[in-house]
């Protein structure tokens, strides 16, 4: 399969393209960071490790799962006890930084020989930008591919889907690969990013404009693409309340359906399900024959800090730290070698 080079170029994300840094000692402190992500911990604690051998500043980690990572950072905003340095997601950002709940990075980030803004995607620093300051420094960006169940295709004699398909040919094979129990297609179109965006702006649509002053759902091209979502849905994927109940990942990773598009941050977890690496791979996405567009939404993390730290240039820091072209590189690496190892 090709998930460890698709992962490795994805994961490392954004980089910067000058040295890592060497600090001075600091004092015996110790930072709170906290993510949501049980894949990457190894790889960020040996980081984390790095940072403290040369800094002298502990860290200690922790990680809390999706759902319950929000409860937590709405609680300690509240409460005034945010952890020192965390993961921002582009969901949330605007009300944290809004709100004055993130620590300004911009004099940091200007006086930094590490962390440069022209080295990172133009649009992921928007996700973390709030009346021309910066809140956070872009930790990766992601993206959205169609994984697909070689086996399912073999016994239906179909090819497997390439550069080559369109939007037509998902449909007319997820529909061949519908039969009883077996579904070709699946999606929870709760989740924007890795379903229907795509289809949307491939197809010329859009939802809402540049300035945000105009909703895109009555342009003839969304109302187009939201008609296939609708023929997809209707005769090619689980019934709606089977769709709501139980994920994608996990209908995709039982062998229930054919295809789904998902995003680059299942890689890891789905290395895990031997079913997965025996029948299964990953492909481009389609585009539209109609506007030749193959589109894929696209998002990254950030690695922001608390604007009620006690310790604010520490956490900036570790943040320059993290964000540096070797540590970057080294999470990569890391990533890339624990697939192998799977």
Same mark, same amino acid.
């Given at each position: 399969?090709?998930?460890?080079?698709?992962?490795a170029l994805l994961l490392a994300g954004a980089m910067v393209m000058t040295a890592v840094p060497v600090y001075a000692k600091g004092d015996d402190?110790?930072?709170s960071v906290s993510i949501w992500d049980t894949n990457q911990e190894p790889g960020i604690k040996e980081i984390l490790a790095d940072f403290t051998e040369k800094t002298g500043i502990k860290t200690e980690i922790s990680v809390v799962k999706w759902d319950e990572y929000w409860t937590m950072l709405e609680a300690g905003a509240q409460g005034g006890s945010l952890p020192d340095v965390f993961w921002m997601h582009s969901n949330e950002s605007q009300r944290y930084m809004s709100n004055d709940m993130l620590l300004d990075l911009t004099d940091k980030i200007k006086d930094s020989d590490l962390i440069d803004p022209e080295n990172y995607p133009e649009d992921i620093w928007g996700l973390y930008t709030y009346d021309d300051k910066y809140y956070a420094v872009p930790k990766d960006i992601d993206t959205i591919a169609l994984w697909y169940n070689k086996k399912m295709f073999d016994d239906a004699g179909l090819s497997y889907p390439d550069e080559t398909w369109t939007w037509d040919d998902l449909y007319d094979a997820a529909k061949k690969l519908t039969n009883g129990d077996q579904y070709g297609f699946?999606?929870?179109t709760s989740n924007d990013q890795d379903t229907y965006y795509n289809m949307v702006y491939s197809m010329g649509g859009y939802i809402v404009n540049d300035d945000h002053t105009k909703s895109g759902y009555d342009d003839a091209n969304t109302i187009k693409a939201m008609d296939y979502v609708g023929k997809l849905l209707k005769d090619c994927c689980p019934?709606? %309340?089977t769709m709501s109940e139980t994920g994608t990942d996990v209908m995709f990773q039982s062998g229930t359906v054919a295809m789904i598009t998902q995003g680059?941050?299942? %890689?890891a977890g789905f290395l895990d399900n031997e079913y997965l690496v025996e029948n299964c791979d990953v492909a481009i996405l389609p585009?539209?024959?109609?506007t030749g567009m193959r589109t894929s939404i696209c998002n990254g993390l950030g690695w922001a800090a608390s604007a009620d730290t006690k310790r604010p240039d520490d956490c900036w820091k570790l943040i320059e730290w993290l964000g540096s072209k070797e540590m970057q590189e080294k999470q990569a690496e890391l990533v890339s070698l624990q697939q192998h190892i799977r």
């Amino acid at each position: 399969m090709n998930f460890k080079r698709v992962a490795a170029l994805l994961l490392a994300g954004a980089m910067v393209m000058t040295a890592v840094p060497v600090y001075a000692k600091g004092d015996d402190v110790t930072l709170s960071v906290s993510i949501w992500d049980t894949n990457q911990e190894p790889g960020i604690k040996e980081i984390l490790a790095d940072f403290t051998e040369k800094t002298g500043i502990k860290t200690e980690i922790s990680v809390v799962k999706w759902d319950e990572y929000w409860t937590m950072l709405e609680a300690g905003a509240q409460g005034g006890s945010l952890p020192d340095v965390f993961w921002m997601h582009s969901n949330e950002s605007q009300r944290y930084m809004s709100n004055d709940m993130l620590l300004d990075l911009t004099d940091k980030i200007k006086d930094s020989d590490l962390i440069d803004p022209e080295n990172y995607p133009e649009d992921i620093w928007g996700l973390y930008t709030y009346d021309d300051k910066y809140y956070a420094v872009p930790k990766d960006i992601d993206t959205i591919a169609l994984w697909y169940n070689k086996k399912m295709f073999d016994d239906a004699g179909l090819s497997y889907p390439d550069e080559t398909w369109t939007w037509d040919d998902l449909y007319d094979a997820a529909k061949k690969l519908t039969n009883g129990d077996q579904y070709g297609f699946c999606m929870n179109t709760s989740n924007d990013q890795d379903t229907y965006y795509n289809m949307v702006y491939s197809m010329g649509g859009y939802i809402v404009n540049d300035d945000h002053t105009k909703s895109g759902y009555d342009d003839a091209n969304t109302i187009k693409a939201m008609d296939y979502v609708g023929k997809l849905l209707k005769d090619c994927c689980p019934p709606a %309340t089977t769709m709501s109940e139980t994920g994608t990942d996990v209908m995709f990773q039982s062998g229930t359906v054919a295809m789904i598009t998902q995003g680059s941050w299942m %890689t890891a977890g789905f290395l895990d399900n031997e079913y997965l690496v025996e029948n299964c791979d990953v492909a481009i996405l389609p585009y539209d024959k109609t506007t030749g567009m193959r589109t894929s939404i696209c998002n990254g993390l950030g690695w922001a800090a608390s604007a009620d730290t006690k310790r604010p240039d520490d956490c900036w820091k570790l943040i320059e730290w993290l964000g540096s072209k070797e540590m970057q590189e080294k999470q990569a690496e890391l990533v890339s070698l624990q697939q192998h190892i799977r």
